[in-house]
């Protein structure tokens, strides 16, 4: 299946309308992230039949030049936000992996669904977007995955993240949840988490490709 066929009934609806419309006028009145060609872009990088893993993040990067569409990734010409850092402190902990790219393109295009919960944000206001509806269409994406799937990995970082589980068939798939990478969480259970060899190790399990990280 595309994500063209998954996302067919809900687009076609009155709510995503209303959205799309109330998005088109936050853009239109002032400036917001990521551009508006990469809101969709997490999508367009890991097609639903190549989905291994999902990572679920809040909303995009509020400062310029930050958000790329991806959860997480940021662009190369950018400092690294604290919560990618400390991402990439417990890979090089877990896998021994010293990662220093800081877009996760690379990642999205062997299977990784990077979703963030809002897709969009208002510059230089963090969870601006929150109200919009755009939840609704990324739960539905959530669900639709558990449902149409198996043997998918979803990553649950923090509280935020983990009341996506109730969309989740644990029976199905594999969660993997441990405390937020920020700085306020990290050294409450994200550091010495292992999610990239959980992961792999998963994956391996179900004789499907590891990520290469």
Same mark, same amino acid.
């Given at each position: 299946? $595309?994500?063209?066929?998954?996302?067919?009934?809900?687009?076609?609806?009155? !709510?995503?309308?209303?959205?799309?419309?109330? &998005?088109?006028?936050?853009?239109?009145?002032?400036?917001?992230?990521?551009?508006? /060609?990469?809101?969709? *872009?997490?999508?367009?990088? $890991?097609?639903?039949?190549?989905? /291994? &893993?999902?990572?679920?993040?809040? @909303?995009?990067?509020?400062?310029?030049?930050?958000?790329?569409?991806?959860?997480?990734?940021? +662009?190369?010409?950018?400092?690294?936000?604290?919560?990618?850092?400390?991402?990439?402190?417990?890979?090089? @902990?877990?896998?021994?992996?010293? *990662?220093?790219?800081?877009?996760?393109?690379?990642?999205?295009?062997?299977?990784?669904?990077?979703?963030?919960? $809002?897709?969009?944000?208002?510059?230089?206001?963090?969870?601006?977007?929150?109200?919009?509806?755009?939840?609704?269409?990324?739960?539905?994406?959530?669900?639709?995955?558990? @449902?149409?799937?198996?043997? &998918?990995?979803?990553?649950?970082?923090?509280?935020?993240?983990?009341?996506?589980?109730?969309?989740? +068939? +644990?029976?199905?798939?594999?969660? &993997?949840?441990?405390?937020?990478?920020?700085?306020?969480?990290?050294? *409450?259970?994200? !550091?010495?988490?292992?999610?990239?060899?959980?992961?792999? @190790?998963?994956?391996?399990?179900?004789?499907?490709?590891?990520?290469?990280?």
């Amino acid at each position: 299946m $595309t994500w063209t066929e998954i996302l067919a009934p809900i687009k076609e609806t009155e !709510y995503f309308q209303n959205l799309w419309q109330k &998005v088109k006028e936050e853009y239109a009145s002032g400036k917001c992230f990521p551009p508006k /060609k990469q809101i969709f *872009r997490a999508l367009e990088l $890991t097609p639903f039949d190549q989905i /291994k &893993v999902v990572i679920i993040g809040q @909303d995009p990067y509020h400062n310029d030049f930050q958000a790329n569409g991806l959860c997480f990734s940021v +662009s190369e010409n950018v400092a690294t936000p604290p919560s990618l850092k400390n991402i990439f402190k417990e890979l090089q @902990d877990d896998l021994g992996i010293d *990662r220093t790219k800081k877009e996760l393109d690379d990642w999205a295009e062997q299977g990784i669904l990077l979703l963030n919960a $809002t897709l969009t944000v208002k510059a230089h206001s963090p969870n601006s977007h929150k109200d919009l509806g755009w939840e609704k269409f990324t739960d539905f994406i959530i669900k639709e995955i558990s @449902d149409k799937k198996e043997d &998918v990995v979803f990553v649950l970082w923090g509280a935020f993240a983990q009341k996506k589980e109730e969309l989740i +068939s +644990s029976s199905t798939h594999f969660i &993997v949840k441990s405390a937020h990478p920020s700085p306020f969480s990290v050294y *409450r259970g994200f !550091y010495d988490s292992k999610p990239f060899s959980q992961i792999n @190790d998963y994956l391996k399990s179900k004789n499907i490709e590891p990520i290469s990280w």
